[in-house]
């Protein structure tokens, strides 16, 4: 079965600062990887998503993420952070058939600081 | 890019009562709709696969007598809570998936649902 942990549940970091969100998966085969953010009581938005190629994957708004299998690990950055950042992040993992829902993480608050 | 809408954005109803939510493919043909939930605070939970044309699956632990979903066709899938309880109250959220292509699947904006 496929999973996805997200181990911080906040981060709070200040305007301009970098920014690292974790994200590790399980699962059996070479996974899809997305990257969601959310603002409250909106719907998600898609950052990035890996698919295949390049392990360094660019998305909106100056977000990168960057895939390890070797680490099962999908983390989102951002170079410089802005006050518009602060909402929910969500990860997420899909199959390759296309078939399947996605699972979601936990999610990670981002506050941030002025 | 594809968009995926949903309505209504938000309902409030009595208890006892039932609620359709329509999840709508602007611009694309989606075989596949997914239905999630999601609790104050909490990651999203998937509820269903509807498939166009075919009875929905649904994950353990959700009643489908409760949950009904009809995908009549490859623009239109529809959730409706019936017998709404003041529990039931959530965000709902819709995604679909592109026809053809790799797995990438299109969120609607969401709906909350407040029953009384």
């Known amino acids: 079965a496929q999973s996805v942990t997200q181990p911080d549940i906040h981060i709070t970091v200040s305007e301009g600062a970098s920014l690292e969100l974790r994200c590790n998966y399980s699962?059996?085969?070479?996974?899809?990887l997305f990257w969601y953010v959310q603002s409250p009581g909106q719907g998600l938005q898609l950052l990035l998503k890996?698919?295949?190629?390049?392990?360094l994957v660019q998305g909106i708004k100056g977000f990168e993420a960057e895939f390890k299998r070797s680490q099962s690990s999908f983390n989102l950055r951002k170079p410089s952070v802005h006050w518009s950042d602060a909402a929910e992040y969500f990860c997420?993992?899909?199959?390759?058939?296309?078939?399947?829902?996605?699972?979601f993480g936990s999610g990670t608050r981002l506050q941030v600081q002025p | 890019g594809a968009v995926v809408s949903q309505h209504p954005s938000r309902v409030i109803c009595k208890s006892g009562t039932s609620v359709k939510i329509e999840c709508r493919s602007l611009?694309?043909?989606?075989?596949?709709m997914f239905w999630y939930r999601q609790f104050p605070k909490q990651s999203l939970m998937l509820m269903a696969t509807?498939?166009?044309?075919?009875?929905?699956?649904?994950e353990q632990g959700v009643e489908k007598d409760k949950f009904l979903i009809n995908h009549a066709s490859l623009t239109l899938s529809t959730l409706t809570v019936t017998s709404a309880h003041p529990e039931d109250s959530s965000f709902y959220i819709c995604?679909?998936?592109?026809?053809?292509?790799?797995?990438?699947?299109?969120f609607g904006p969401g709906t909350r649902l407040t029953v009384l």
């Open positions: 995604s679909a998936r592109v026809l053809a292509g790799a797995n990438e699947q299109f």
């Open positions: 699962y059996g085969a070479t996974p899809y």
């Open positions: 890996y698919f295949s190629g390049d392990t």
């Open positions: 997420a993992v899909g199959g390759d058939t296309g078939r399947r829902a996605l699972t």
């Open positions: 611009d694309f043909q989606a075989t596949t």
């Open positions: 509807s498939n166009e044309g075919s009875k929905a699956t649904y």
